[in-house]
Every structure is written in C-alpha cells, then in structure tokens.
T-cell receptor, first 111, second 117 residues
C-alpha cells in the first residue's frame, strides 16, 4: 500500500520566519509528487515534481524532490499571514491513476 | 482559466431529503473527480469520470449517485444520507485520467460544505 507522510502535522510561526515542510513517501514506481495549498476550502496547485534535485520556485515558495531518499520539502521564506493554510502533499505512483494524499501540514502564521 | 466551480457552497439537509451537488469546468478537461474531506483529514477519492464515463467508484455507498451529463459538468446526487456523511465535498478536474504516461494536475473547486441533520 502506498504511503505518504507529512511532517510536522502543524506549525505556528511569526511573520518573517522561514518554514520547511516535509513529505516522505513509500510507493511502488513513483511518477510524480504534487504540493497543494488548502485555505478554508479548495486545494490549489503549487508544484509538481518528477526529477530529483531540480528546485521548483514560485515567489517565496520553493520545493525540491529527493528520489533516492524518497522525500520532498516545501520551503516558504519570509512568511506572511496569507501563507496560513494546510499544505497537502500527494504522490502519483505505480498502477494507480489517482494520487495518494498525505494528511497535510497545518501552518499558522501570526502577525 | 483554471477554475472549477461548485454549487452550492453550503448545504444543510435532513436524512430523508434528496439534493444534488454540481460542479462545472471549462478548461476542456476530460477527467473529473469527487472527493470527500473530513476535518483535519486529506481528501478521500469517491468517483472518477473519464471521458464522461464512470471509471472508478471507491466503494461509495449507493446513497451517493454521480452523474456526468457532459464533459463540463459533474453532479453528485444525494439521497437518504446519514449524519456521518457531513463533510466538505470537493470536485476536481484534470486534462486526462487513467493515463499512466500523463502527469495530471488536478484543479479543485472550492467545495460544498454539507451538513446532514
């Protein structure tokens, strides 16, 4: 059974801090790893990672994948209150057409 | 435009009611999904439609009945629900489904918050 584990489950920081969210996985025939941000309702797509060592970047957010150690990290620098959300990691693998989601990391950024 | 629109945003229903959730996308995606999400849990897949045909049913009880009238619309008909069915119901779409060679990004709607009394 495919497993996706995110850590920490929750995180509280102050504006301006840098945070690192982790996603580790145990799957057969990995294909891609996706990060989503979920505020209140809809998960919104952030990154798709398929190759090791290539950093994806969007503004203050960046992510990288390590296929040897089977994990990905999502970095957020200079956090803002608007970054408060649940960050979901999902992995596509093997013969399954559907991604397996982790439980998410709840990030709260205080002013 | 990467928008998936869901209506209604909120729904309260009794256990004997019949209601429907609606989902619409105009991105030309040929795969659409229903997920159920309980508080502090990840989304759980319910159904997948690929090219307007039901392709995956994750052992969902028959009180949930999906329908895909055309490539842009996806409905979820609800009947005789239980209080434990109260959850956020998310619709998503992607370019294709059931294609291991494709790297599909799912775009989610804002969800319908369902309360069953």
């Amino acid at each position: 059974e495919d497993k996706v584990v995110q850590s920490p489950l929750s995180l509280v920081v102050h504006e301006g801090d840098t945070v690192t969210l982790n996603c580790s996985y145990e799957v057969t025939n990995f294909r891609s790893l996706l990060w989503y941000k979920q505020e209140k309702k809809a998960p919104t797509f952030l990154f798709m990672l398929t190759s090791s060592g290539i950093e994806k970047k969007s503004g203050r957010l960046s992510s990288i994948l390590d296929k040897k150690e089977l994990f990905s990290i999502l970095n957020i620098t200079a956090t803002q209150t608007g970054d408060s959300a649940i960050y979901l990691c999902a992995v596509e693998a093997g013969g399954s057409y559907i991604p397996t989601f982790g439980r998410g990391t709840s990030l709260i950024v205080h002013p | 435009d990467t928008e998936v629109t869901q209506t209604p945003k909120h729904l309260v229903m009794g256990m004997t009611n019949k209601k429907s959730l609606k989902c619409e996308q105009h991105m030309g995606h040929r795969a659409m999904y229903w997920y159920k999400q309980k508080a502090k849990k990840p989304p759980e897949l319910m159904f997948v439609y690929s090219y307007e045909k039901l392709s995956i049913n994750e052992s969902v009880p028959s009180r949930f009945s999906p329908e895909c009238p055309n490539s842009s619309l996806l409905n979820l008909h609800l009947h005789a629900l239980q209080p434990e069915d109260s959850a956020l119901y998310l619709c998503a779409s992607s370019q294709v489904a059931l294609n291991l060679a494709a790297k599909n990004i799912q775009y989610f709607g804002a969800g319908t918050r369902l309360s069953v009394l």
